[in-house]
């Protein structure tokens, strides 16, 4: 049920939080990713594989609120169309939680977790990634990895087989609300974090990898969220920040009893 608490933050979450709708997230100029490196990778379904997520516990995925209907979570996926039934495990979505702050119109606070149906089995290609006590806002300059079997170019017509993954600089806030870059449709909020290409590559996510991470020396910092079109080198990614303030509604819900 939503709260006098989850209220309070919603308002406090408006009052710095302001932003304009646009678009979806996949991979640009990046390379496919040695098969379960990244064993807390999580594919999406709706009625077909739609976002990417990342297993944060044995029973709990974070991904992006704007992601449809979630039904189902296949883990130790590399190849979308192999059946790799020695490394696979898939779930039904018990509970879908956004949080309490999601604006649709907006995309602020683009946040969601899914509680499994039964919480998966550790191996080696299925893996949580831990979430930290805090989280630090990544200075500008800093290089991250995202990740997702989203499209690799704009004209593409269907998501990447295999898992894609790509080196993204993050952009200061100010640099990426300039007239240059965003122009402030939307707001870059200090609730986002806005990374892309280093100037010399086209480096992005677009559609097919929402809900994706934003891993910044090997920590989760952000979840793919929206930016316009794909690889356009000052349009960069957009992501929401996983600050010490989500963190703290994340470990909240993992712990509530009436999820």
């Not at 209907?69 to 039904?92: A, F, P, T, Y």
């Not at 946040?111 to 290609?125: E, G």
């Not at 269907?158 to 990426?176: E, F, G, P, Y």
Request: hydrophobic content about 35%; charged content about 20%.
């Amino acid at each position: 049920m939503f709260s006098l608490r989850d209220f309070v933050l919603c308002v406090s979450c408006a009052v710095l939080l302001t932003v304009q709708s646009s678009q979806g997230s996949e991979i640009i100029d990046g390379k496919e990713v040695q098969p379960h490196s990244l064993p807390f990778m999580a594919l999406l379904e709706s009625k077909a594989p739609t976002c990417g997520g990342i297993l944060i516990s044995t029973s709990w995925v974070l991904t992006a609120a704007h992601c449809p209907d979630i039904k189902k979570v296949l883990l130790g996926v590399h190849s979308i169309k192999d059946q790799e039934k020695d490394s696979r495990q898939v779930r039904n979505v018990k509970s879908h939680v956004r949080h309490p702050c999601y604006d649709k119109g907006d995309k602020v606070n683009d946040l969601m977790l899914l509680k499994l149906d039964k919480p998966v089995k550790q191996t080696k290609t299925v893996k949580s990634l831990p979430l930290g006590k805090t989280a630090k806002d990544p200075a500008a300059g800093t290089q991250c990895l995202v990740a997702g079997w989203g499209r690799t170019k704009n004209n593409a017509k269907a998501m990447s087989n295999v898992l894609m993954s790509a080196n993204v600089t993050v952009i200061d806030r100010v640099k990426c609300n300039s007239p240059d870059y965003y122009n402030l449709k939307p707001v870059i909020t200090n609730s986002m974090i806005c990374a892309g290409s280093n100037g010399k590559n086209r480096a992005d996510t677009c559609q097919g990898d929402s809900g994706g991470p934003l891993l910044c020396n090997g920590a989760l910092m952000g979840v793919t969220s929206f930016g316009y079109k794909c690889g356009i080198l000052k349009k960069p990614g957009v992501y929401a920040f996983v600050s010490e303030k989500q963190l703290t509604w994340i470990k909240k819900t993992m712990k509530s009893p009436q999820i």
